[in-house]
């Protein structure tokens, strides 16, 4: 059984980690807060510039405009996953590398990744093809960089340098809840020509061109999104991996100070018991 001055370290030991994970949480809820307002602000956006591209689209003959809308034989995939430069987010990361694996698993294509996050970079860097390292985009996060080099990944998929781009990411529910998704970014989804719109449109100078620049922004955007989506998903996966850690170990506290009660009576009976005995002995002797 342990002493009672190894109890009396431990419960200092683990009060020490419940501060630490108890602000932890609280960093973690302040910039939720900041990142849930930023990706709640873009997606009613990266909705209607989508739902513009389609009534567009609908009408227009969509054939030589954009090599961005034009399926082609899958030979190699980029593969643009999110996770983020930190652990101690629960299965945050690992969700999404897992993820990542699966899709690579289950393809014959050659594949290459460009990382946002240092655990995925981490993770991948010895056994896969690195197109890209992004993990620096956290320290300054804004469209203008996820602009920059999604440039870059346009110019090699009109290079055919790749068939296929997915990105890979969390995607934010609440604050308890992120879930992994995986979606195509090039070539880009088009709506059907029918012939028709849901939204009367002035074209000027006209359809063709218009489609020319809402394309790459909507492609842009759509990466911009997931990483948005990606930053309040792990501010949420480490607000509550904090609190059950605090929890945890303010039970665990618990029980060894309850230990420690019983170990420290246990001490005194028997110091008792040692006195009463030897009292005992001296009076017989």
């Not at 930023?38 to 009613?44: C, D, Q, S």
């Not at 090039?186 to 449109?201: F, H, Q, R, S």
């Amino acid at each position: 059984m342990a002493n009672l001055k190894e109890i009396r370290a431990r419960i200092t030991s683990i009060s020490s980690t419940m501060q630490i994970t108890s602000a932890m949480k609280m960093v973690s809820a302040a910039k939720l807060k900041k990142a849930t307002d930023a990706i709640v602000m873009l997606r009613p956006y990266s909705e209607k510039l989508q739902e513009i591209i389609e009534n567009v689209s609908s009408t227009t003959d969509m054939e030589g405009i954009s090599t961005f809308t034009v399926e082609r034989e899958v030979k190699k995939i980029l593969y643009i996953v999110v996770t983020s430069n930190k652990g101690l987010a629960g299965a945050f990361n690992s969700s999404v590398i897992k993820e990542l694996n699966s899709a690579i698993s289950n393809t014959n294509h050659e594949v290459e990744i460009l990382a946002v996050g240092k655990k995925v970079y981490d993770s991948v860097r010895r056994t896969r093809t690195v197109y890209e390292n992004q993990s620096a985009i956290f320290d300054g996060m804004g469209f203008n960089i996820v602009s920059n080099f999604m440039e870059r990944v346009m110019q090699s998929y009109k290079e055919g340098a790749f068939d296929q781009v997915h990105v890979i990411y969390n995607k934010f529910l609440n604050a308890a809840t992120q879930e992994v998704h995986s979606e195509q970014v090039l070539p880009i989804a088009m709506g059907e020509n029918k012939g028709e719109v849901n939204t009367d449109y002035l074209f000027e100078p006209n359809a063709a061109e218009i489609l020319n620049v809402l394309i790459p922004k909507s492609i842009k955007t759509q990466v911009y999104k997931a990483i948005l989506d990606s930053v309040a998903s792990e501010h949420g996966a480490r607000m509550t991996a904090m609190h059950k850690a605090t929890d945890n170990a303010e039970a665990l506290r618990n029980d060894l100070k309850i230990f420690y009660n019983k170990a420290r009576q246990a001490a005194i009976t028997n110091e008792i018991l040692e006195i009463v005995g030897g009292a005992e002995a001296l009076k017989n002797s």
